[in-house]
T-cell receptor, first 117, second 113 residues
């Protein structure tokens, strides 16, 4: 099956700093990548959709200046949490779709646990 | 807008028995896809089964099968011969033309030994 990796798997940072999370599709070209946020025991909430080479589309209520998304290549998307605060602590998950593996199916990364002190 | 509803927050089943997880949805699109994802304690999202809305035949994957009732907008998941490894959170989801996945709130399934 299609493999999507995320790095780092876990990060702890101080309030006010920025954190970058990478999402890579390892064995296919992802024309579209999605970023989700998940709180404990809750569902995944879509934050934004990014297409390679174009600006990300953010869901309502998501601050685009706080959550910077870059999809510079068909295998890499990054999420940067700028000036992180404790309320940004959460589990962030990316997914990827595209190419012959499309069919509206998304392949998920293992997630990144962000803790802001 | 599309919505997915999972009204049962938790379920428990005895090992080797069968359990059904319910899901209803709403959409104005004619072409869409339905999914069940499993999220074990590792939190890795794993696709369990998918169903294309234009297909009348219910999808099956080994011990997992769905009951897709298009008119009723219902998409339940049946797990047969439940195993301890099936213990996880299960999310029902759907996507339409824009490929965005909408998830239900999820259900926590516990398989008892």
């Amino acid at each position: 099956g299609a493999v999507v990796s995320q790095h780092p798997s876990r990060v702890i940072c101080k309030s006010g700093t920025s954190v970058k999370i990478e999402c890579r599709s390892l064995d296919f070209q992802a024309t579209t990548m999605f970023w989700y946020r998940q709180f404990p025991k809750q569902s995944l909430m879509l934050m934004a959709t990014s297409n390679e080479g174009s600006k990300a589309t953010y869901e309502q209520g998501v601050e685009k200046d706080k959550f910077l998304i870059n999809h510079a290549s068909l295998t890499l998307s990054t999420l940067t949490v700028t000036s992180a605060h404790p309320e940004d602590s959460s589990f962030y998950i990316c997914s990827a779709s595209g190419g012959y593996r499309g069919r509206n199916e998304q392949f998920f990364g293992p997630g990144t646990r962000l803790t802001v002190l | 807008a599309q919505t997915v509803t999972q009204s049962q927050p938790e379920m428990s089943v005895q090992e080797a028995e069968t359990v059904t997880l319910s899901c209803t949805y709403d959409t104005s699109e004619n072409n869409y896809y339905l999914f069940w994802y499993k999220q074990p304690p590792s939190r890795q999202m794993i696709l369990v089964i998918r169903q294309e809305a234009y297909k009348q035949q219910n999808a099956t994957e080994n011990r997992f099968s769905v009951n897709f009732q298009k008119a009723a907008k219902s998409f339940s998941l049946k797990i047969s011969d439940s195993q301890l490894g099936d213990t996880a959170m299960y999310f029902c989801g759907m996507s339409g033309a824009n490929s965005k996945l909408t998830f239900g709130k999820g259900i926590t399934l516990s398989v008892r030994p």
